[in-house]
Nanobody
Framework: QVQLVESGGGLVQAGGSLRLSCAASGGSISSYAMGWFRQAPGKEREVVAAISRRGADTYYADSVKGQFTISRDNAKNTVDLQTNSLKPEDTAVYYC????????????????????WGQGTQVTVSS
């Protein structure tokens, strides 16, 4: 099991950018597929982006395609989410998640695919 800690959230004006980072400890993320999820007030947690073990395969929710970019650095044990052109509807708590995977080129997009979660980082976008 890896422990995950997110950082980089904050308050930003619409149109701005934030780079969220997820730092892992207790194991190497090179054995894990990774994902970013978000949960807005009163809404269910939803997938934002996911990435396979070596980063060759990525997934983006339709709502963030062309706006967000997920990346990973297995040597640094980190996964980042670059968020651009932020909108008020992007306001949410953003969570990093990890799933041990024997398949190198697979990503996962369902909440119950993951069993390692960070505590979340708040992103607030003002209009």
């Amino acid at each position: 099991q890896v422990q995950l800690v997110e950082s980089g959230g904050g308050l930003v004006q619409a149109g701005g950018s934030l780079r969220l980072s997820c730092a892992a400890s207790g194991g190497s993320i090179s054995s894990y597929a990774m994902g970013w999820f978000r949960q807005a007030p009163g809404k269910e947690r939803e997938v934002v982006a996911a990435i396979s073990r070596r980063g060759a395969d990525t997934y983006y929710a339709d709502s963030v395609k062309g706006q967000f970019t997920i990346s990973r650095d297995n040597a640094k044990n980190t996964v980042d989410l670059q968020t651009n052109s932020l909108k008020p509807e992007d306001t949410a708590v953003y969570y990093c998640a990890a799933r041990f995977s024997n398949v190198i080129n697979r990503y996962y997009i369902q909440l119950n695919n993951y069993d390692n979660w960070g505590q979340g980082t708040q992103v607030t976008v003002s209009s």
